[in-house]
C-alpha cells in the first residue's frame, strides 16, 4: 500500500443484540415522545375544533381574548430585541476578554434557570409593588409596574435573558477571535469588525437563540401571573388568558387559545431545525 494512503476505518455489521436494541430504544423514544407530546397537541386541536371550525374562529373574536394576544406579541416584540443584545454583548465580553468577575457574570447568566419564575415574579413586586422599595416613588411620579405592562416586560426579560447568551458563549469561544485581530490590526474599527466578521460567524448560532428566546418569551406563565394582576382586556397574556377561559368552563375558546399557542410551538421547533440543518455540525 502506497504511504499516505487512507484506510477506511473498519466496519462490522450489527449483531442481533445490537439490533433488537436499537430497536427498543428507538421505540422509547418514538412512545415516549407520542405519549408526552404529540398526543397532548393532538388533543388540544381537537378540543379546539370540537364545535366546529365556526366556533374555533369564533373564540378569536372576543376582544379580550385579541387584547391578550396582542400583549403577547407586544412584549416578544419588546423583550427578544433586548435580550438579543444582551446577549451578544454578554457573551463578547466572556468570549474575548479576560476580567475580573467574569465567573461571576457566567453565573448570573444562568440564574433564571436555577430560579423558580414565580419567585422572580414575587421579587418584583418586592421591588414594584404598592408595599415594595420603591412602591411610593413610583405611585407618586404615576408610574405604573406591578399590574402593567412593564412588570410584564421585566418578568419576561427576566426568565429569558439567557437564551441568546448561552447560545453564543460557547460558539464564540470555539470560533476564536484570530480574525477579528487580524482585521483591527489592519485598521478596521470595532463596529465594522463587528458586522463583517463576527456577526457572520455567529448568524445562525444567534439566530437559534432567538427562536428559543422568543418561544420562552410566548410562553411564559408563572412569573406573568404573579406580576400581572389578571386584569381582562389590559395585563392578561395568551397562557394567562387559556387559564381564564378554562376556569369558566369555557373549552372551547380555552383551547383554541391553547392551540394558537401550540401552532406557535411547531413553527418554533420548525424553524429550530431549519437552523440547526443550515447551520450544520461547525455552526456556520
Known amino acids: 500500500m502506497a504511504a499516505g494512503a487512507s484506510v477506511a ?45 365556526g366556533a374555533f374562529l369564533a373564540s378569536f373574536a372576543d376582544p379580550d381574548t385579541v387584547s391578550a394576544i396582542r400583549l403577547t406579541l ?18 463578547w465580553a466572556i468570549a474575548r476578554f479576560e476580567f475580573r468577575g467574569k465567573s461571576l457574570l457566567v453565573t448570573l447568566i444562568d440564574l433564571p434557570f436555577a430560579v423558580s419564575p414565580v419567585i422572580a415574579g414575587l421579587v418584583l413586586v418586592f421591588l414594584f409593588g ?10 407618586d411620579h404615576d ?37 477579528e485581530v487580524a482585521a483591527l490590526s489592519l485598521g478596521a ?13 455567529i448568524r445562525w448560532g444567534l439566530l437559534y437563540g432567538v427562536i428559543l428566546c422568543n418561544a420562552r418569551v410566548m410562553g411564559e406563565f408563572g412569573a406573568v401571573s404573579v406580576v400581572s394582576g389578571h386584569i381582562r382586556g389590559l395585563t392578561n397574556t395568551m397562557p394567562l388568558q387559556v387559564e381564564i377561559l378554562y376556569n369558566e368552563y369555557n373549552f372551547v375558546a380555552a383551547f383554541a387559545v391553547a392551540s394558537l399557542l401550540a401552532m ?20 456556520h
Open 74 to 91: 407586544l412584549t416578544a416584540a419588546i423583550v427578544v430585541p433586548v435580550n438579543t443584545v444582551f446577549g451578544i454583548c454578554a457573551a
Open 130 to 139: 404598592t408595599q415594595g422599595w420603591f412602591g411610593n416613588w413610583l405611585l
Open 9 to 53: 476505518p473498519e466496519t462490522r455489521p450489527m449483531t442481533r443484540g445490537a439490533k433488537a436494541a436499537r430497536a427498543l430504544m428507538l421505540a422509547v423514544s418514538f412512545g415516549f415522545l407520542g405519549l408526552l407530546l404529540l398526543a397532548p397537541l393532538g388533543a388540544v386541536l381537537v378540543q379546539a375544533l370540537a364545535r366546529g371550525i
Open 264 to 283: 406557535l410551538a411547531i413553527l418554533t421547533l420548525v424553524a429550530k431545525t431549519l437552523v440547526e440543518w443550515r447551520s450544520g455540525p461547525g455552526g
Open 189 to 201: 474599527g470595532a463596529w465594522t469588525t463587528f458586522i463583517r466578521i463576527t456577526l457572520p460567524k
Open 143 to 179: 408610574l405604573p409596574i406591578i399590574f402593567a405592562v412593564p412588570g410584564i416586560v421585566l418578568a419576561t426579560i427576566f426568565i429569558s435573558f439567557p437564551y441568546v447568551a448561552r447560545e453564543l458563549i460557547p460558539l464564540m469561544q470555539q470560533q476564536g477571535s484570530e480574525e
